[in-house]
């Protein structure tokens, strides 16, 4: 939604609305965010786009800040860092008003709550913004609609929270997903506090909260696991020399890769450069690990029993994912930052548990870590059910 001068001059000078606000600078990155998180969440319920103005004072008046390309990007930057889960949709621009220079950044009501920075729910209540009460945070819960929610975050019917192994997200999950001090005056119950992290609907699990919390999440998602296979040759008929069917919970799953991988890379010594001796790896491992935390965070789980494989020939690596590209991630922009979500649940899991950094990057980090080891460029494969990846030895 873009606003016009008039929408903008309106807000600007509307100094009790809960729909702006106005910061004189960017330096306080933590408040910015704060505000993303709740225009996001819009416990109002106005269904409407919250706005902040970077370089307008509190009165309204112009703050004569310049607005740069860099001041752009790192503003769009805070919204793919990880600390605002789920991702918040917003614009970032700049404006000229009145011969003021604003950046505007319009951040639209989510349908995905509560939006949550760094484990925490924050709202705006007239022109204040302040942390959700246990009702404000509620409200906003009862306000999803399970019919529209992407596959991971609807109700698993027929599970119940028996299916969860609930020790495990008390004492390992939700330490890593909600603020400590949050945590330790939260006096509600563990089916709350997992309801209030989109985990569980009407004390039914979603099919997200199998894969990362579930007791056995194969019973339930028969292909939600990955095949590795080690190939001791160039095509799939010659021996295999090792294979392993990696199932769990995602955490488990992940770390069982990790270390799968490390024990594959073969590491090259070179003495006769002098005293120091120069290791190189045919693979880094920085982006096998991408790649394969990729293909699990966007495969699709729905209507296929297929699993994420990862295939490692004696000249490469291939690593497949079921299902295509998905929503507004296309062959042309795909690995330039672009993103979209299949599974938004599944990746904040996967943020919490510290195996995506930044959203939006792994691929550009895989191939940053390819062309430092001197890997050629991998080859991608887009398929309407299927998204491969070819990783080649380096030479």
């Not at 990155?29 to 902040?52: E, H, Q, T, Y």
């Not at 004072?57 to 990007?73: H, N, P, Q, V």
């Not at 022109?127 to 246990?134: G, K």
């Not at 409200?139 to 609609?145: G, K, N, S």
Request: proline share 7%; aromatic share 6%.
């Amino acid at each position: 939604m873009r606003l016009t001068d008039d929408q903008l001059n309106g807000l600007r000078r509307d100094l009790e609305s809960d729909l702006v606000e106005r910061k004189a600078s960017a330096a306080d990155r933590s408040k910015i965010r704060r505000n993303l998180c709740a225009f996001a969440n819009d416990l109002a319920g106005r269904g409407r786009p919250g706005v902040i103005l970077v370089g307008v004072r509190d009165d309204g008046e112009c703050a004569s800040l310049r607005i740069t390309d860099e001041l752009l990007r790192n503003l769009v930057q805070m919204r793919d860092d990880g600390n605002i889960l789920p991702l918040p949709s917003m614009t970032v621009e700049k404006r000229v008003l009145d011969g003021c220079e604003i950046a505007v950044i319009v951040v639209e009501p989510s349908a995905d709550l509560p939006v949550r920075y760094q484990g925490r729910v924050w709202v705006k209540v007239g022109p204040t913004v302040r942390q959700a009460t246990p009702e404000e945070e509620q409200r906003l819960t009862e306000r999803r609609r399970a019919g529209d929610l992407p596959f991971d975050m609807r109700p698993a019917r027929g599970t119940t929270l028996e299916a969860l192994d609930l020790d495990y997200a008390r004492t390992q999950y939700l330490p890593r997903a909600v603020a400590p001090e949050v945590l330790e005056q939260n006096q509600r119950s563990i089916a709350q506090q997992l309801r209030s992290l989109r985990l569980v609907a009407d004390d039914t699990p979603a099919w997200g909260a199998l894969l990362g919390l579930g007791r056995d999440p194969q019973a339930w998602l028969p292909g939600a696991y990955i095949q590795f296979l080690r190939i001791d040759g160039h095509a799939l008929t010659d021996p295999i020399r090792d294979q392993k069917a990696l199932t769990g919970r995602l955490e488990d799953v992940l770390r069982r890769l990790d270390e799968i991988l490390e024990l594959n890379v073969a590491v090259r010594t070179d003495i006769s450069a002098g005293p120091r001796e120069i290791r190189s790896p045919d693979y880094p491992i920085a982006a096998l690990q991408q790649l394969a935390r990729n293909a699990v965070m966007h495969r699709s789980y729905e209507g296929t029993n297929a699993p994420v494989r990862v295939y490692w020939y004696a000249d490469r690596v291939e690593i497949q994912s079921p299902g295509g590209l998905y929503g507004k991630v296309t062959p042309e922009n795909f690995g330039t930052g672009a993103t979209d979500y299949r599974n938004p649940l599944v990746a904040e899991i996967m943020y919490h548990l510290g195996f995506a950094q930044r959203f939006g990057l792994g691929v550009p980090l895989a191939r940053e870590a390819l062309a430092k080891n001197g890997n050629p460029e991998p080859q991608f494969d887009f398929q309407p059910t299927q998204l491969g990846v070819m990783v080649r030895a380096a030479g």
